[in-house]
């Protein structure tokens, strides 16, 4: 088998149970549960085929859902980050990531932390718009995304710190 389909799976697994098992049971300041899977989307190879990345996001949306109990909120918000991922990158890393033999270990840390940032923002604001669900709460959406996206943002760029290989 291809070893980056073991690593991958290994890492959607450990993420579903971490996100479970110890995320979701934090409650920083009574609202606040970092949503850890999202770096999934930021360690998931460049060069893969779409349909498969949108296909495994759904799933990693849809088993967070169900453990959750959260009505589909997690898989809104992973497919719209999976189908906006492209858009970022280029935003990111310019038109470089087009290149076969781009990588992350030819970028800045500040490139790698923007992209990183950028889909920690979306996927919040896609989860929590669809948690209120209402414009008249407009203030309480931005008071969660920024509060979880922060913590989110730190422990996802510690993740990153510390399991990406350095070869990436």
Known sequence: MNSALILNGLRFVLLVLTQVLIFNTLNFLGFVNPLV????????????????????????GFMID????TLALHTI?????????????????GVNYEFQ??????????????????????????YFSFEVLSVS?????????????IVTLIICALFSSLFSPQSE
Not at 104 to 124: A, D, M, P, S, Y
């Open 37 to 60: 899977y999202v770096i999934f989307f930021y360690w998931y190879p460049l060069k893969s085929n779409r349909a498969v990345f949108m296909l495994t996001a759904f799933f990693l």
């Open 77 to 93: 918000a992973s497919l719209t980050v999976a189908y906006i991922r492209p858009v970022i990158m280029r935003f990111c890393f």
């Open 137 to 149: 709460h407009f203030l309480l959406i931005l008071k969660k995304v920024f509060a979880t996206g």
């Open 66 to 69: 169900i453990f959750s109990d």
């Open 101 to 126: 033999n781009f990588s992350f270990k030819n970028t800045t840390q500040i490139q790698r932390l923007t992209f990183l940032g950028l889909l920690v923002l979306i996927h919040q604001l896609v």
